[in-house]
């Protein structure tokens, strides 16, 4: 049996998409053919309905499975519509999109099935039981309509990572996206988090699983890690098989939850590479000694989830439980160890105040991260941020539908104020740090940030598109003068201490 993968990726960062190269490689150990359609800019132009349905005839598949997360689904929705009239074949859609939203995906009344949770398992059953004309509608994990009525099924147990078949790379141009990221590749070496964020898929997932099969946390073996042996042997295919990799840089949500599988796998990568690579930590699991090991084994980068600096909105609304002091330790202790520092900051939360705001700025500002990357938040159907949202009466629903990313601009509103506030610091955060900090060029950024915040919504938006260009300018002055700043590097939502970028030149 053929699959046609569709993956759209469009208005946004180029993706790698873990779960299908995943279901890719159970499916062929099972004998099936597997193609593969990344829908993104980056990688080649759009393409037009009749170029679109022309793909589908030249690939001829027996089966059509769209993988979609929820910024995504309007396009998704598009690329089905096209397909629908014309594809005999049943269309499926996955991804985390469908865990909260099954319903409104067959309400669309383009999808004949919907995948809910990990996958690799129950989609490899559906194919088999299709392919011999079985009855498929008693399949955990699955959502359909019949007779007018919308059936979802419990979901099974958690794929067993020990034994998933490794990823099928050859489903994609591998190099081609290699090439596109500038040499960096992604990886995943567990799987889950035992967070409850508020804005977060991750407590919802958990709920879903816990309640179909009447289990507990610890029973439903949520946060799950690949061997190491199995990821040091999916890092040397890449360096055998591919080209102009320069990074390695591991999506986990929690790298270092496991301080012995950390060991163990800081031993065996440097013995196979020098390369460097990049992990995802928590400042609750981080330490001093896996600051040791990650930089003995050629980590560059180390990256924490802050979101805010404000330790009440943290509290109540994010359910994040961690101190400021804790956050800069954690940062302290990456610096130490050599490594570059990272954090993640969102701006635009439900019940957020400019006093909130200026708390996030301050701690950067204090804690001073070798970078932070920033986003406007986005309320996910189904996560306790999005129900906190619509009760708040904070989200504008329309802007909520069109957006394809949470880098352009935020779905909340807050009044005119607060909303032109937050288009300011989202534009131009790196100048904000600087200002609120010690460092020797915090007056010139601090009136440049007094000017700005004066401006009224037609100036601003005069202004705004020429900030990138002043910045870069900007940073060439202070550069010279070997003066350290924060800088916007390597894409629009980024803030990068000029000691780092100058060092890597």
Known sequence: MKILFLYPNSGSQVGFNYGVAHLAGVLKAQGHQIAFWQLCEDLAPLPTQAQFLQRLRTEAPDLLAFSVVTNQWAYARRLAEWARPVFPGPLVCGGIHTLFNAEQILDSGLFDYVFRGECEDAFAEFVTRWEQNQNVDGLPNLAF?????????????LPNLQILPPKDYSIM?????????????GLMASRGCPFACTYCFNHQMVDVYRRDLNCSFPQLHYIRHFPVEQVIGEIRFLLESYRRISMFIFDDDLFTFDKTWVRQFCTA???????????????????????????????????????????ELRRRILHRHMTNERIIEAITQVNAAGIHSSVFIIIGFPHETPDHLLETIRLLALARPGRFRWTYFFPYPGTRAHQISIEGGFVNQAKMDRLANFTDESCLDFGPRQNLLLKKIGRIMPWFVNAYSDLPVAPDYRRRVDDLLALDERHWEKIAPTLHAEDKLLSSRFAAQGLTHYAIKYNPFMGVISDYFLNEK
């Not at 309509?145 to 147990?157: S, Y």
């Open 145 to 157: 309509r019949r007779a007018g009525r919308t059936r979802i099924n419990p979901v099974r147990p």
């Open 269 to 311: 990568y440097r013995r196979l590479t020098s390369l460097p690579f990049v992990v995802n930590a928590h400042v609750g699991f981080f330490d001093a000694e896996l600051a040791a090991l990650l930089a003995g084994a050629g980590c560059r980068v180390v990256k924490f989830g802050v979101e805010s600096g404000s330790p």
């Open 173 to 185: 141009d591998f190099q081609t996206l290699i090439d596109a990221k500038k040499g960096w590749v």
